[in-house]
């Protein structure tokens, strides 16, 4: 197997394709690709809250290099939680194991913005800081760049006034329609904290970014823009000077993509929902796109999902595509089958996915002579 994450001993090729440059594979790598599936995650991660493990460093870059050395993928993402800074500065969250981010305590009041003052990273999640340079270190000799991450704006605000996970976003929807002054508020005091997270992992040593929007596909276009843009666009814009590339992910949100792409990310994750090469008009030249093999595909007979993880490279075009799960993976899959992927995707050279197929259903193989060439931009091409 070639030495993951490397591209002929250049920059990592999973660097290479956030910036649309050529690859000679599309990089691959799966969220929530720590844990879950892996049985020897279960055997390191022990019982009790996710938060009292990311309290140990040490763990924390085991857990965050077991499927690097798995399934040789090309990028690690950091084992962490996108309610980790909100936890950190006291607000008062807990996960509770097989359900997700709890909150005693919802946020109802312009009162309870006091308890979300700033984040300091060295002081309040200094194990973070360590876990990453650890990480870091350990992927280094790898050749593997580490991507550090944040949970955008709107989806970890839906925690906090939801009180937990959700599938209507009622009382969510009713604080940014009800009470747009303190919505803006909750939202902006949630940007500084993603910023001071995503900087301190930057620093110490993280390769790229995602900013972690899962809720997003709830909104409207029309919501989006009002209550969920302006908060994601200052993260990514306040990240930008960091010089690493910025992903930026949901769930369902297919008719939100040109407003995602427009947010300021140099990278836009895509559920299944859409093929790439749809999703490639939506976001516009310039951009890479990361996704988006259905995850529950990867519980299919090999064939199936061989079938349609080469058709999300064809309709990827090879160039300024990560490829990915269109969301995270799901704790019941095979890890043997992740494996296969990932071989899959590295066996493919990048070169003859070149030409994208005709958009809709049946659209042909990534060998088609007849279609047209990738909306990624010219620049990226040469
Ligand atoms: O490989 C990895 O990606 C592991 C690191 C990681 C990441 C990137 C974890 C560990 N959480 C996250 C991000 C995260 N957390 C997101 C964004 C990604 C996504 O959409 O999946 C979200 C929405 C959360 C919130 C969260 N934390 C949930 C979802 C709840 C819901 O609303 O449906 C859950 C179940 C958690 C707990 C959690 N986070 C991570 C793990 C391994 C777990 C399970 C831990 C446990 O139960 O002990």
Not at 329 to 347: K, M, N
């Amino acid at each position: 197997m070639p030495a993951p994450g490397q591209d002929g001993g250049e920059e990592p090729r999973f660097l290479r394709a956030c910036r649309g440059l050529p690859v000679d594979r599309v990089p691959v790598w799966f969220m929530r690709q720590a844990g879950r599936a892996l049985p020897e995650y279960r055997a390191a991660r022990g019982t009790g809250s996710i938060l009292q493990a990311i309290a140990d460093p040490a763990l924390v870059a085991e857990l965050t290099l077991q499927p690097v050395r798995r399934y040789g993928v090309d990028a690690a993402i950091l084992f962490s939680d996108i309610v980790v800074p909100v936890a950190a500065v006291g607000f008062g969250v807990d996960v509770e194991p097989g359900r997700g981010p709890v909150v005693a305590e919802p946020f109802r009041s312009a009162r309870d913005l006091d308890r979300l003052r700033p984040l300091e990273p060295e002081v309040d999640t200094p194990a973070v800081v360590e876990a990453t340079r650890l990480a870091v270190d350990l992927l280094r000799p790898l050749g593997v760049p580490l991507i550090g991450f944040a949970g955008a704006p709107f989806t970890v605000a839906s925690y906090l006034v939801e009180g937990g996970p959700s599938r209507t976003y009622a009382r969510t929807k009713a604080l940014m329609h009800g009470d747009p002054a303190l919505w803006a508020a909750l939202t902006d005091r949630l940007a500084d904290l993603a910023v001071a997270s995503l900087l301190s992992q930057v620093a110490a040593g993280a390769a790229a970014v995602q900013l972690f929007d899962s809720w997003a596909g709830a909104l409207s276009p029309q919501q989006y823009e009002r209550f969920a843009r302006p908060a994601s666009a200052k993260v990514l814009a306040a990240v930008a000077g960091a010089g690493v590339p910025r992903i930026h992910f949901g769930v369902g949100t297919g008719e939100l993509l040109p407003q995602m792409a427009a947010a300021g990310a140099d990278v836009v994750g895509v559920d299944w929902r859409v093929p790439l090469d749809e999703a490639r008009r939506r976001v516009g030249s310039g951009r890479a796109l990361q996704g988006n093999l259905d995850p529950a595909l990867c519980l299919a007979p090999w064939p199936a999902v061989e079938e349609a993880a080469l058709d999300v490279l064809a309709r990827g075009g090879g160039t300024g595509h990560i490829f990915n799960l269109g969301h995270g993976v799901l704790p019941e899959t095979d890890p043997d089958v992740l494996e296969r992927l990932v071989a899959l995707v590295h066996d493919t050279p990048a070169g003859t996915l070149s030409r994208p197929p005709a958009a809709g259903p049946g659209g042909g193989s990534g060998r088609d002579p007849e279609a047209g060439p990738s909306a990624w931009s010219a620049e990226g091409r040469r």
